[in-house]
C-alpha cells in the first residue's frame, strides 16, 4: 500500500510503485481533472501541483509522491472558485478545454512564484503547456486578471 494525499484528503492506493501519479488519479481515485495528453511530459494536460509545484503527472512516479500533498484542480479553490478559475471564466478561456487543467494549475504556479508576471514572464512559465485551440492569447489577459484580483497589479 502508498499512501498519498491528494486535496487534504488521504488515500491509500494498493498498486506499484512505478505506476504514474496520473494514473492513481484518474483510475484509482476517480480525479479527472488532469489529463492524458502525451504522455511524455510534452504537452502540460495532466499537470498537478506536488507541494506547491507544478508536477507533469504522467511520468511523476506514485512512490515519489508518497508522503506530499497533491492538489487537482477540484482542490485549488478549498470549496469556492480559485481567482484564477474566475479569471478564466470572465475572459471565457477555454475553447475545447482539454488542455485547461493544465493551464491554470500551472498559472496558479507562475502567481505563486510571480505576483505580477509580465507577458515575457507568462510566455517563459506557460511555454510548457500547449493547447491545441490556440487559446494563448486569452490565457495572457486571465493571467493579468487573475494577477490584479490576487494583489499583483
Ligand atoms: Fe482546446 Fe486548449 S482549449 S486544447
Redesign the pocket.
Given at each position: 500500500m502508498i499512501e498519498i494525499t491528494v486535496n487534504g484528503a488521504k488515500h491509500q492506493v494498493d498498486v506499484v510503485p512505478e505506476m504514474p501519479l496520473l494514473w492513481v488519479l484518474r483510475d484509482e481515485l476517480g480525479i479527472t481533472s488532469p489529463k492524458y495528453g502525451c504522455g511524455i511530459a510534452q504537452c502540460g494536460a495532466c499537470t498537478v501541483q506536488v507541494d506547491g509545484s507544478a508536477v507533469r503527472s504522467c511520468q511523476a512516479r506514485i512512490a515519489d509522491v508518497a508522503g506530499k500533498q497533491v492538489t487537482t484542480l477540484e482542490g485549488v479553490g478549498k470549496g469556492a472558485l480559485h481567482p484564477v478559475q474566475q479569471a478564466w471564466i470572465e475572459h471565457q478561456v477555454?475553447?475545447?478545454?482539454?488542455?485547461?487543467t493544465g493551464q491554470i494549475i500551472q498559472a496558479i504556479a507562475l502567481l505563486e512564484l510571480i505576483p505580477e508576471p509580465t507577458d515575457e514572464d507568462i510566455n517563459n512559465v506557460m511555454s510548457g503547456n500547449l493547447?491545441?485551440?490556440g487559446?494563448y492569447e486569452r490565457i495572457r489577459v486571465a493571467i493579468h486578471a487573475a494577477a490584479a484580483k490576487m494583489g499583483g497589479k
Open positions: 477555454p475553447q475545447c478545454g482539454y488542455c485547461q493547447c491545441r485551440c487559446t
